[in-house]
């Protein structure tokens, strides 16, 4: 098992990686005790059971990340991952690129009806069919030397996903559903999935009014919390926690006495350049004209859902997805389907390959034209 420390021995490997079909590639990662995740081991392995496995140190001194990046931009060879989000927006902040082609095996297994958000060691004891030792999960990957425990389990993330990746790339071009798995990883190559704007924050943050006054203060002690995290790349939590943040905007403090009474924030958030934040923050939604209020997006919560057809496209829904052997939270959410059941036509599950396997049955039956009967365990469309 070999660990490539140097960028000639990268660009070596990843020259060889332009050769093949196919590459499959994983990470280890630290993202406890920062806002944006620590990379500190990449893992490749080129095609064939015998062919070439390497642990990539980027951690080590005078490694560039270039090559595997250049690797990335060649359209010859398509990137393998599962699971990838975390991986991509690891090389997307750090390297400005998305590994082109991508193939997902996570994706393509809800496609292939493997199940909902269906785990690496699944796949693992189903296609590749052997075991997974999990005890090195969990570990310090940033601490040096690795154990030969964690590169053995670091390697075995990339090793199996070449048997997982040429059965479901085949199953795929059986079933002719490439193009739906590649409807689901344009998501994961658009950079906007990975931007994070400040001003943005607060619309993460759960509240139980929409009062327009405590939404601006919300607004702006978010928009703080996320600019401070970010710029100083620690957690949110670090700086401050939702709980804190909605006890702040319902407290208002403007002086830095009456910050010292908040029972909820922790003493990481009462240093000075914190403190200053958040009174700056208060002062500043204090200060937001009614006009320029922030105005949550309710337009969910104000729909008239018929329950009784919400239920129809349930048993629509569970029948399609065994039909078309595809995991049902992959077609349509529970939102979703109460939005159809309100009236709405704007929902993804009435768009692309969603719409061939259920949307365009989904709008038959909210319009009445079809019905649904059972027979046996079988739930079958019947026209009206």
């Not at 790339?169 to 590649?182: A, F, I, S």
């Not at 924050?201 to 919300?218: D, P, Q, Y």
């Amino acid at each position: 098992m070999y660990t490539i420390t140097t960028t000639e021995d990268l660009a070596r490997f990843c020259e060889k990686a332009k050769a093949e079909a196919y590459v499959t590639v994983d990470t280890e990662f630290l993202r406890e005790r920062t806002y944006y995740s620590k990379l500190c081991l990449v893992q490749l392995a080129l095609p064939g059971e015998n062919g070439e496995a390497v642990l990539v140190d980027p951690l080590a001194n005078g490694l560039s990340l270039e090559p595997l990046y250049d690797l990335f931009r060649h359209k010859g060879t398509v990137k393998v991952f599962h699971a990838a989000r975390q991986d991509l927006e690891i090389f997307f902040v750090e390297g400005n690129v998305f590994p082109e082609p991508l193939f997902d095996t996570q994706i393509a297994a809800m496609v292939c009806g493997f199940g909902d958000q269906v785990g690496y060691e699944t796949l693992v004891r189903k296609i590749a069919k052997q075991s997974l030792d999990k005890t090195s999960r969990f570990t310090d990957w940033s601490r040096r030397p690795l154990s030969e425990a964690q590169k053995t389990y670091a390697i075995a993330d990339v090793t199996h996903l070449r048997v997982i990746y040429e059965f479901l790339d085949k199953e795929l071009k059986r079933t002719g559903r490439q193009l739906w798995v590649e409807e689901e990883e344009a998501v994961l190559l658009d950079p906007e999935t990975y931007t994070n704007r400040p001003e943005e924050a607060w619309m993460r943050v759960k509240t139980r009014t929409n009062s327009g006054k405590f939404l601006a203060i919300v607004r702006e002690l978010a928009q703080f919390r996320e600019s401070y995290a970010q710029t100083r790349n620690v957690p949110r939590s670090r700086v401050f926690k939702d709980d804190a943040l909605l006890e702040l905007a319902s407290t208002k403090p403007t002086t830095v006495e009456e910050l010292g009474r908040s029972r909820l924030l922790l003493r990481e958030g009462r240093r000075p350049d914190i403190a200053e934040g958040i009174i700056a923050a208060v002062k500043a939604g204090l200060a937001v004209k009614p006009e320029n209020y922030p105005k949550p997006d309710t337009s969910r919560d104000q729909l008239q859902v018929n329950t009784a057809l919400a239920d129809l496209l349930r048993v629509l829904l569970k029948a399609k997805s065994e039909s078309a052997g595809v995991a049902p939270k992959l077609i349509a959410s529970s939102g979703d389907l109460d939005a159809l059941a309100a009236g709405e036509n704007s929902v993804a599950a009435l768009k692309g390959w969603r719409g061939e396997v259920f949307g365009n049955d989904a709008i038959r039956l909210c319009k009445g034209e079809i019905a649904l009967s059972a027979k046996g365990g079988a739930v079958r469309v019947v026209p009206v």
